[in-house]
């Protein structure tokens, strides 16, 4: 299983706005996870809306980790924010892969991936 860019970032936000409780910037924690702006700005938008992060506007505002987002496994957020439906992409350049009717390397991967990914419960 490979995490994608956007997983990554969002999942390093958590951990990193789960040890305080201050409210943070996007752009104070663009510097903190060494990642540009726009790419942390997106993941803070999508993890709002999950509700994985309460914002706050004005002039002194930001954004600060809920309580949903506190009791989120990385699971739970991975299935959340990956929406591929397979592991496996079981295609060649020619179309689909010729043993896939009989191959149990999709069915397999599947599996891993419900065992490390339960169904969320967000």
Do not use: W
């Not at 956007?6 to 752009?27: C, G, I, K, N, Y």
């Not at 803070?44 to 509700?51: E, H």
């Not at 914002?55 to 009791?71: F, M, T």
């Not at 599947?110 to 419960?121: H, I, K, L, V, Y």
Request: charged fraction near 20%; hydrophobic fraction near 40%; glycine fraction near 10%.
């Amino acid at each position: 299983m490979r995490i994608n860019a956007f997983s990554d970032v969002s999942l390093r936000l958590l951990m990193l706005l789960s040890a305080t409780s201050e409210l943070q910037t996007t752009r104070e924690l663009a510097e903190l996870v060494d990642t540009p702006y726009n790419h942390v700005s997106k993941a803070v938008l999508r993890l709002r809306q999950m509700g994985m992060l309460v914002a706050v506007r004005g002039r002194s505002g930001g954004v600060r980790i809920s309580d949903e987002g506190l009791q989120a496994t990385v699971g739970g957020v991975l299935r959340l924010l990956d929406d591929r439906a397979d592991v496996a992409a079981c295609e060649s350049d020619s179309g689909d892969c010729p043993l896939a009717h009989g191959c149990g390397l999709r069915g397999a991967l599947n599996q891993a991936r419900e065992a490390f990914m339960p169904p969320s419960t967000l």
